[in-house]
């Protein structure tokens, strides 16, 4: 059976609710964060010498990096569903979003909870990342007044990975505030709250819960 490893509070929540999507049969193990450090435990090392999340393992493989996993699980148990089909605009868009999720879009993101989390309000640093904020969000804005989800008409996996981006900025999906510019974006906040009513997300936000 598919094992799911979760570091609470990590970007593990997102394979928890991939495999909720495709209803596939896992095992969820916990691990705990080390509430002084941040840091993961040494049972997530055990399974990975990196001790970062999200790791699965799966028919005796080990896999790693959350773009990676979806599009393993995709391959394994996704029989044609949450992936736009191999040659057509919306798959480059979709390749596009699972990459930007972890790259471009997470940039301001990531500058600006790590300098909440090490108290080190740099100046040009966070104006660096109000100005990314103000390139990336905007771009998300434009792509969801064309349609409903990230990559076109249709919920795929680069929801799932874009989603956790964008719920760090909002400060919903670590115990951390942000200060992006969350409500001069309204459809990038309809977007969230359509994903969170999804049957799969509610389910899987409460197993992943600290």
């Known amino acids: 059976m598919l094992k799911i490893h979760h570091l609470v509070a990590s970007r593990s929540d997102r394979i928890v609710w991939l495999a909720e999507e495709l209803e596939i049969p ?4 916990r691990h705990l964060r080390n509430p002084q450090t941040f840091r993961a435990p040494d049972s997530l090392r055990a399974i990975t010498p990196l001790a970062k999340a999200p790791v699965i393992e799966d028919q005796g493989v080990v896999v790693s990096e959350s773009s990676v996993i979806c599009d393993y ?5 996704g029989q044609g569903r949450l992936r736009p089909s191999a040659g057509t605009p919306a798959r480059l868009d979709y390749a596009y979003w699972m990459a930007s999720s ?4 997470m940039y301001p993101v990531l500058i600006d909870v790590l300098s909440t989390m090490t108290q080190s309000d740099a100046a040009g640093l966070l104006g660096f ?3 990314e904020y103000t390139t990336m969000f905007g771009h998300v804005e434009r792509t969801l ?10 919920f795929t996996a680069a929801d799932v990975m874009v989603y ?3 719920a760090m900025a909002a400060g919903t ?3 951390i505030p942000s200060r992006a510019p969350m409500a001069d974006y ?6 969230l709250a359509r994903l969170e009513a999804r049957p799969a997300w509610q389910k899987a936000n409460k197993l992943c819960a600290a």
């Open 26 to 29: 896992y095992e969820l193990v």
């Open 73 to 77: 699980l995709i391959d394994q148990y």
């Open 102 to 105: 972890e790259s471009t879009l």
């Open 129 to 131: 990342a109000m100005g």
């Open 145 to 154: 007044g064309k349609h409903a989800y990230i990559a076109g008409d249709s």
């Open 164 to 166: 956790y981006t964008l």
């Open 173 to 175: 999906a670590l115990p």
């Open 186 to 191: 309204p459809l990038l906040g309809d977007y």
